[in-house]
């Protein structure tokens, strides 16, 4: 009876010693950005400890199961990529611990892996991250209005939007600080390209949306924990104790900037009529 226990134990750590022996702790790889910006550059960096007498064979490195490049010392070339559709290595900045992937397309979202394997003792490791490639918007989000000057009981249509991008933002108009309108595309979207985001709004107005008067209306566009921008307009309003239309502040909001040059060129022309 003892003996067989023995033996089983003496079994598990044979078993436990082989493990060790074979798997080759703290492979560890950081993708630096791991959100990466369409047609930017991201490090792949593969940190492994190796034993006192441990010599590296290789290191190799997958995109899902498809192996776009080697690193093996003992052979010519030491460095070798395999072609794949989107991966571009540059060879320079890539060495036995890291790749420098360039100008990243959206196809190679997905999850990356490096394996290290060594000589005598033969012992291996891997460890693997995801990537995600985006696209963020190139312009802030704009709103536009129509109907103003605003009443009571009046309609206050608006629109945001909000550049391409992927995946698509999410939008949130808010009159007075009440959210009042958003938009949430699903994450991730399964469409190629980026996308516009557009938020319609039509509402009626009652007297409690007046804020001592005033209308500010507030657009926010959002992709996840990594992009935020908002266009905030301060609408013209009938019950406004300070009615000249003028925008709280702004964040590139072109609509407003075109309005604005609207009613200078409106104003020249009333103007020119008198002189
Ligand atoms: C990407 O890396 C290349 C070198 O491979 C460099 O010339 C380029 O400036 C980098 N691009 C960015 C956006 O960092
Ligand atoms: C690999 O290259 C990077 C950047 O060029 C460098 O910082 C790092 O020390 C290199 N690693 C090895 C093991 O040569
Ligand atoms: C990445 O790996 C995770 C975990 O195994 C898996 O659930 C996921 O489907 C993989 N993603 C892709 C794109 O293969
Ligand atoms: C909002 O967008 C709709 C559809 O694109 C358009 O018909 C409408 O005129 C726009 N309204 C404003 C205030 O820009
Ligand atoms: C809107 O909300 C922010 C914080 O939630 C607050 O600081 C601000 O005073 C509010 N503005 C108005 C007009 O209620």
């Keep these: 009876m003892t003996f067989f226990v023995t033996v089983h134990v003496l079994f598990l750590v044979i078993l436990i010693f082989v493990q060790d022996v074979l798997c080759l702790r703290n492979v560890r790889l950081t993708i630096e950005p791991n959100i990466v910006q369409r047609g930017s550059n991201s490090t792949l960096h593969c940190s492994y400890d190796l034993e006192n007498d441990d010599v590296l064979y290789s290191v190799k490195w997958y995109r899902g199961r498809y192996e776009f490049y080697r690193y093996i010392p003992s052979e010519l070339p030491i460095i070798k990529t395999f072609p794949f559709k989107g991966i571009n290595v540059d060879e320079k900045n890539s060495n036995s611990t890291q790749v420098l992937l360039k100008d990243i397309d959206f196809k190679i979202s997905g999850n990356f892996s490096c394996e290290v394997t ?103 566009a959002e992709i996840g924990e990594i992009y935020r921008e908002e266009a905030v307009l301060k609408l013209g309003s009938v019950r406004d104790p300070v009615p000249e239309r003028v925008s709280a502040y702004s964040v590139g909001t072109f609509c407003e900037n075109s309005r604005a040059l609207l009613q200078i060129i409106t104003l020249i022309s009333i103007m020119s009529m008198f002189s």
Excluded at 135 to 155: K, R
Aim: overall charge negative.
């Design 118 to 220: 060594t000589d005598a003792p033969f012992s291996t490791g891997y460890d693997r991250r995801t990537m995600v490639v985006v696209q963020l918007p190139e312009n802030p989000p704009t709103i536009s209005v129509e109907g103003e000057p605003l009443d009571y009981g009046d309609t206050l249509r608006a629109n945001c939007s909000c550049p391409p991008s992927k995946p698509q933002a999410s939008l949130m108009l808010l009159l007075n600080n009440l959210t009042v309108a958003k938009i949430q595309p699903s994450f991730p979207n399964k469409h190629e390209n980026p996308l516009w985001s557009d938020l319609p709004l039509a509402m009626t107005l009652a007297e409690e949306h007046f804020n001592g008067g005033r209308l500010i209306l507030r657009c926010v």
